[in-house]
């Protein structure tokens, strides 16, 4: 297995124990990097796990758009986690090209998840690859916005 390939395995980890628990997955793997028994972590996994927990509420509203006919209440964890880390990748990593995010998605979901998960999450994220780039630029208009937005408020309350 690669390095990336763990890198996404240790995220899968964390975004699954996070959500499990209710927690915030960067504070879950903030307090996994503390602890003195921790097993080294890289810069992927941080990346993956920062990533996804920084954009979850766009993936997720990405996520029950395209996954036709089912909520994310009703996702196993494991897949949600996976689909959530492939979404990711797919949509805002831009040294992944999206055949090997969707493979490295339905290799976590083989080892991890049912029978009928890769399926599943190759059908969901293949959807949502052959719209990637019109996605990337709506999300990334989106956050010209918001920024746009932020900006005029933080001058305006400082007027």
């Known amino acids: 297995m690669g390095s990336r390939s763990k890198a996404r395995k240790r995220a899968v980890d964390v975004l699954y ?20 028994e921790a097993a080294p972590v890289g810069d992927y996994t941080v990346t993956l796990v ?5 954009n979850r509420q766009r993936i997720d509203d990405v996520l029950v758009e395209h996954a036709e006919g089912w909520t994310l209440a009703r996702m196993p964890t ?40 890769p399926r599943f999450v190759n059908g969901v994220l293949g959807r949502i ?6 996605l990337r630029t709506s999300i990334r208009n989106l956050e010209a916005a918001e920024a746009a937005a932020k900006e005029r408020a933080e001058s305006d309350a400082q007027s």
């Open 17 to 36: 124990e996070a959500d499990l628990r209710g927690l915030d997955a960067v504070t879950l793997l903030s307090e996994r990097l503390a602890a003195p």
């Open 78 to 117: 494991v897949d949600r986690a996976v689909l959530r880390l492939g979404l990711y990748e797919l949509l805002w990593s831009e040294d992944v090209p999206p055949a090997v995010a969707i493979d490295e998605a339905v290799e976590l979901v083989k080892a991890l998840s049912t029978d009928d998960s």
């Open 50 to 54: 920062e990533g996804v927990a920084g």
């Open 129 to 134: 690859a052959g719209i990637s780039e019109r």
